[in-house]
């Protein structure tokens, strides 16, 4: 089982950047698929980003894209969604996640993750 702690949300104004963490507990977090979730109030928990195991390979929801990129340092176990022209619909509270898969470019559905972190407020002022 892996253990996730997210780090970098606050408070942005519209047009700006932000970059969220999320540091894995285990040294094999590289075992796992990554991914990115939100939760703004009133809503369901939505995808927004997933990253293979090796990095290769990268999937974005479609109010994203071209704005958020997602990465990962697998020596420092750690994932990173990288921010850009941020915008008020972009609120919300942000989900790390994991699922541990055997192919090294394989990317889960979204619906497969498996371990979530506590979450990171993320808030975009108008």
């Known amino acids: 089982q892996v253990q996730l702690v997210e780090s970098g949300g606050g408070l942005v104004q519209a047009g700006g950047s932000m970059r969220l963490s999320c540091a894995a507990s285990?040294?094999?977090?590289?075992?796992?698929?990554m991914g990115w979730f939100r939760q703004a109030p009133g809503k369901e928990r939505e995808f927004v980003a997933r990253?293979?195991?090796?990095?290769?390979?990268?999937s974005y929801a479609d109010s994203v894209k071209d704005r958020f990129t997602i990465s990962r340092d697998n020596a420092k176990n750690t994932v990173y969604l990288q921010m850009n022209n941020l915008k008020p619909e972009d609120t919300a509270i942000y989900y790390c996640?994991?699922?541990?898969?055997?192919?090294?470019?394989?990317?889960?559905?979204?619906?497969?993750?498996?371990?979530w972190g506590q979450g990171t407020q993320v808030t975009v002022s108008s």
């Open positions: 996640s994991a699922v541990r898969v055997a192919g090294t470019s394989y990317l889960p559905a979204p619906n497969d993750y498996r371990y």
């Open positions: 990253i293979s195991r090796d990095g290769a390979r990268t």
């Open positions: 285990r040294r094999a977090s590289s075992d796992y698929a």
